[in-house]
């Protein structure tokens, strides 16, 4: 008896071959600097840092830029690297949404593979003005599936909780996201040490610090919760309290070691709406371990 076809959908768009033709038209007109960004932008190159159209745009510039001259040795791999994430990102969604219990859910995610600039990051938002949640994601990153796995977690989860607008959501609820991407990718991709899915690709000394100084950093991240101001957020996306980048990922790595511990599964906590995650988190960190 065939199995029911899943509700959940994945769309790919494949910007590989548009970089492909940026670098070679690129490269033969000899172009550098405002004009290499303006056909790289023309190409459907994306920036990734969340700053703001004119931040965003000056952090891409120097981002092309410093990675310009590493690609020679990645243009030769690219279209394999694209076939790969392909598939891998067909297996990667269907694992998340079977981890999640949304197999039959209305679930659509857009994924854009682009080629990036090799600092090992990738994006996802939820839908908006009629598109769907969409997950943008370097091929050439370093951690590729770890990575796919959390961000397409995002964009499932968004669904199921209904998240409106991460961009400006309380600290509470960014732990929350970062939590829930973790585990269910620590799931989705298993067998690997917790700084796998937790640090940055590279970072040895994250998890390390996070682990000894994860009181320091609940103590200290628990009065913001509610927060949801620009320097909050950069705050403890970048140096928090301890000095310690990323701080809201160590606190949710431990917030949700302590649901799992407590009898609570995934798919139970990705259907948690949006106006409650704070308080759960509250209780989780305030918790006795």
Known sequence: MALPAAAAEL?????????????????????????RFALWRRAGGLALSPLGEEEDDRAARLQLDKAWPRYPS??????SLARAAEEGARELFDADNAILGSRDAPIQVRLVLIVGQ??????????????????????????????????????????LAGVTDETNAPIGERIFLEGLAMRTAQRAEPGRVDADYAAMPGDAEWMPRCAA?????????????DKADAYVTLKYMFKGN????????????????????????????????EEKMVETMRAALTAKR
């Not at 990645?74 to 279209?79: A, D, E, H, N, Q």
């Not at 949700?256 to 995934?266: C, I, M, S």
């Open 74 to 79: 990645l243009i030769p791999v690219l279209p």
């Open 11 to 35: 769309e790919i768009d494949d910007r590989v071959d548009n970089f492909l033709k940026f670098y070679t038209a690129a490269t033969r007109a000899k172009l550098a600097g405002e004009e």
């Open 118 to 159: 090799f600092d090992d990051n990738a994006s996802s938002v939820p839908p908006l003005d009629g598109r769907p949640a969409t997950t943008v994601m370097p091929v050439e990153n370093s951690a590729f599936r770890r990575m796919l796995a959390h961000e397409l977690a995002h964009a499932i989860h968004f669904q």
């Open 242 to 273: 301890t000095g310690l980048k990323r701080e809201v990922y160590c606190a949710a790595w431990f917030a949700f070691e302590t649901l799992l511990d407590q009898g609570h599964t995934l798919p139970e906590l990705a259907r948690i709406p």
């Open 213 to 225: 100084n994860k009181d320091r950093i609940i103590r200290g991240i628990l009065p913001d919760l």
